[in-house]
């Protein structure tokens, strides 16, 4: 198998990663189903993902700005998740979990372009933010954008969300990958395609954080766009796939 296509996913990732302090799994997972099967993705995804988060908590300017009490209570919160979204991934067919990753990438890119800067969460919502980051986590690779609607709307800077996404993202990947491997589910093959793609991971991330240092709002509403259409498209597949085995 060429490593052009799956090696440029994870760069592009990278870069998003770099701006946003989680998007890796947001535009990896979608794209990478093009090469990979639903179960190797999420894999991969929770692998990548603590390893981009280090590159940027040791970014200049990131460093200290974690909120220690908001990645505390999402990090506990998702803990109650992860061993649902386990039984997704294990037993439910892989289009149910990709039609699910669509859904999350549209519901984050409504909220990112209409909803972003302009609603207040208040403390409470948390706990189900929490929960449903876990229970994403391991199910679709994707924790990110339920918890980053929280994160966003608690209203703090723009370094703080960063850093405090990416700490709660990378932790919640290694709970998760955790997890999944007791269950025997991570195998040779798989962390083989991680060592493959790791490089590209990292070099993107370098380059997200680099542009994002000169912070271009127009890539940001581009890529909420983006991962829009790749949500229409991803949520699409899955149900052309499961409505055909019904009728078929």
């Given at each position: 198998m060429?490593?052009?296509?799956?090696?440029?996913?994870?760069?592009l990732?990278?870069?998003?990663?770099?701006v946003?302090g989680f998007?890796f799994?947001?535009l990896?997972?979608?794209?990478?189903?093009?090469?990979?099967?639903?179960h190797?993705?999420?894999?991969?995804?929770?692998?990548?993902?603590p390893v981009?988060?280090?590159?940027?908590?040791?970014?200049?300017?990131?460093r200290?700005?974690v909120?220690?009490r908001?990645?505390?209570?999402?990090?506990?919160?998702?803990?109650v998740?992860l061993p649902?979204?386990i039984l997704l991934?294990e037993?439910f067919?892989p289009?149910?979990v990709?039609g699910?990753m669509?859904l999350?990438?549209l519901g984050y890119?409504?909220?990112?372009l209409?909803?972003?800067?302009?609603i207040e969460v208040?403390?409470?919502?948390?706990?189900?933010s929490?929960?449903?980051g876990?229970?994403?986590?391991t199910s679709t690779g994707?924790?990110?954008?339920?918890?980053a609607m929280?994160v966003?709307?608690?209203?703090?800077?723009?370094?703080q969300?960063?850093a405090t996404?990416?700490a709660y993202v990378?932790a919640i990947?290694?709970?998760?990958?955790g997890?999944?491997?007791?269950?025997g589910?991570?195998?040779?093959?798989d962390?083989?395609?991680?060592?493959?793609l790791?490089?590209g991971a990292?070099a993107?991330?370098?380059?997200?954080?680099?542009?994002a240092m000169?912070r271009?709002d127009?890539?940001?509403?581009?890529t909420l766009?983006?991962l829009?259409?790749m949500?229409?498209?991803t949520?699409g597949?899955?149900?052309?796939?499961l409505?055909?085995?019904?009728?078929?």
């Open positions: 060429t490593l052009v296509l799956p090696v440029a996913i994870v760069f990732a990278g870069i998003l990663t770099g946003t998007g799994s947001v990896s997972v979608p794209l990478l189903l093009l090469v990979f099967q639903p190797e993705v999420v894999v991969i995804a929770l692998c990548l993902v981009t988060s280090a590159v940027l908590l040791l970014a200049p300017g990131l200290g700005q909120r220690q908001t990645f505390g209570a999402l990090t506990a919160f998702s803990v998740g649902v979204g991934f037993h067919d289009m149910w990709t699910l669509g999350v990438l890119a409504a909220y990112g209409v909803g972003a800067g302009t208040r403390r409470h919502w948390v706990a189900p929490g929960i449903l876990g229970i994403l986590a994707l924790s990110g954008p339920a918890v929280y966003h709307g608690r209203q703090v800077s723009a370094r969300q960063t996404m990416s990378g990947s290694v709970l998760g990958l997890l999944l491997a007791l269950r589910a991570v195998s040779g093959d962390l083989q395609h991680v060592v493959r790791a490089g990292v993107g991330t370098l380059l997200g954080r680099w542009w000169r271009h127009t890539l940001d509403r581009f766009v983006a829009g259409v949500g229409i498209w949520l597949r899955s149900v052309m796939w409505t055909r085995g019904a009728w078929g």
